[in-house]
């Protein structure tokens, strides 16, 4: 049973791959091989290229510098500067580019896309980053210290591939939503093979040009999932017990206090201040600013439910694949875990046209209902949700349910009592994560939501993209307090129950 339920995950989740495939086949094989061999096509797939490898690269180095220094150090205010580190995450990347690009068109460069990318990214490597390291028994770095290992070698040699299963799937999730990013890269004026999908389709609707890009970043996709497998190895890393227990050692960050604390105040700076200070000041000064706050109210509440629905839809969905992964490892379920990721490299409007496609000659009554739309969110976002349960759920010993089932408890009544009780985190850092997703989607929600629904999101952008930014400073930050819960949420779970 649970394995028809994981196949049909992975049947819904590869139907835009099969959108893709079938849309390209209508060009000729040439002229598929001149359309991709044009200098635009090599510009823009450079500027893809160099921006995965930088904005990945920089997520995780600062995703794990900042877990380092506020579980392994004696930085003061660690308990606060964690808040500040995790408070990123309510602020969307299009409303990140959109702070900076309305303070500043310096930032319409390489560099400023990688600064923007990261600091909008690098808390997907740093909370699962902290929680890794919470549940590092210390005892393991004490022995390696007490051998005589400096504090960069017990670093690079022991905590390093300790943690590197979380380091890992958060720098997965960077890679493929900047492989999907739109909105901020759009308003920094960078162009990628993603944008230029949004302008192919905005010239011919549904063309097929459009798709075999699409199928271009579906490529890179896999080619991450194969580096990310490789690297994650099949060491299993579920233990009974919580080890030695105590607290780790700190290290004594001595004359390297101050520069610490300078860069942490630089990365808070950067992420909050800058692109809160441009709403205060568009909202405070900007000519085009007028709040309807009715439409409003209407807008925020529209999100927040959907918010709600799509991160409980891809958390349950996630449930069953991540089972069959991580307890019955083969390669059909290792196949059905790695077929949710390959839509989320692909733009939402290919999701979307791809899920108008299928309602429209298959289920006719569903097109433009709140079920396709959800299903649309679920596709876009489960790899959110798969690998914050997979980092929860691999730390479940299966000796407890192999017990269970000795004192007569059925397989479902094990999953109840036994496996899910212990996975509840991994379950509400899902829900959250994928919510937050969700109310910051753009593109998608734009072509599968009912006719007459606006979110913050799309409403934001429809004045943005008009440079009324006065006008769109209201929904941007109504959208960064709805997101706040979902952000502290996610931060208390990365310190809680991670022994």
């Not at 070698?153 to 300790?162: D, I, K, M, N, W």
């Not at 609707?205 to 890009?213: I, K, R, S, Y």
Request: one cysteine or more; aromatic letters at 8%.
């Amino acid at each position: 049973m649970l394995l028809v339920v994981g196949l049909a995950v992975a049947t819904l989740t590869l139907v835009p791959l099969g959108y893709v495939i079938a849309t390209t086949a209508d060009l000729g094989r040439q002229e598929a091989v001149d359309f991709l061999w044009r200098p635009r096509i090599g510009e823009l797939l450079w500027n893809t290229v160099r921006l995965l490898i930088a904005g990945v690269a920089a997520s995780t180095v600062l995703g794990v510098a900042g877990a380092w220094v506020v579980e392994r150090t004696d930085v003061p205010g660690r308990g606060w500067w964690h808040g500040v580190l995790c408070a990123p995450l309510a602020v969307p990347a299009f409303v990140n580019g959109y702070g900076w690009i309305s303070t500043t068109h310096a930032v319409q460069s390489f560099p400023g896309a990688v600064m923007v990318v990261t600091l909008s990214y690098y808390p997907l490597v740093y909370l699962p980053t902290v929680a890794a390291l919470r549940r590092l028994d210390p005892a393991v770095e004490e022995v390696a210290t007490s051998l005589g290992r400096s504090g960069w070698s017990v670093f690079t040699r022991v905590t390093l591939p300790a943690v590197s299963p979380a380091v890992l799937g958060g720098a997965l999730l960077v890679g493929l939503h900047l492989l999907a990013e739109y909105g901020a890269l759009q308003l920094l004026n960078y162009p990628t093979l993603t944008t230029a999908i949004l302008q192919q389709y905005a010239t011919v609707f549904n063309g097929p040009e459009a798709t075999l890009l699409a199928l271009v970043l579906v490529t890179f996709c896999l080619l991450l999932l194969g580096i990310e497998a490789l690297l994650r190895g099949h060491r299993r890393r579920a233990r009974v017990g919580s080890g030695a227990g105590g607290q780790p050692v700190r290290i004594r960050l001595g004359r390297y206090q101050l520069p610490v604390l300078a860069a942490l105040t630089a990365v808070a700076c950067w992420a909050l201040v800058v692109p809160i200070g441009a709403l205060l000041r568009w909202l405070i000064r900007g000519t085009s600013t007028h709040v309807d706050l009715a439409e409003l109210f209407d807008a925020a509440g529209t999100t927040l439910l959907l918010a709600l629905l799509g991160g409980l839809t891809a958390t349950v969905v996630a449930v069953p694949v991540v089972w069959l992964a991580v307890r019955h490892r083969g390669l059909l379920t290792t196949a059905i875990e790695r077929s949710v990721y390959t839509a989320s490299a692909m733009p939402g409007i290919v999701i979307a046209l791809a899920l108008v496609t299928v309602s429209i000659r298959t289920f006719p009554s569903l097109y433009q209902t709140v079920v396709v739309l959800l299903v649309g969110y679920t596709i876009l976002f489960l790899p959110r949700a798969v690998v914050s349960v997979r980092s929860t759920f691999e730390l479940v010993p299966p000796g407890l349910e192999e017990v269970a089932r000795n004192l007569g408890c059925g397989g479902l009544g094990v999953a109840r009592r036994v496996t899910l009780p212990l996975v509840l985190p991994g379950l509400a850092a899902a829900t959250a994560l994928v919510s937050l997703a969700v109310a910051t989607e753009l593109t998608a929600t734009l072509l599968l939501a009912p006719l007459g629904t606006d979110t913050l999101a799309t409403q934001f952008w429809s004045d943005a993209s008009a440079i009324e930014y006065g006008a769109a400073a209201p929904y941007a930050l109504a959208l960064i307090l709805l997101s706040i819960p979902s952000t502290w949420i996610l931060g208390s779970l990365s310190v809680r129950n991670s022994k």
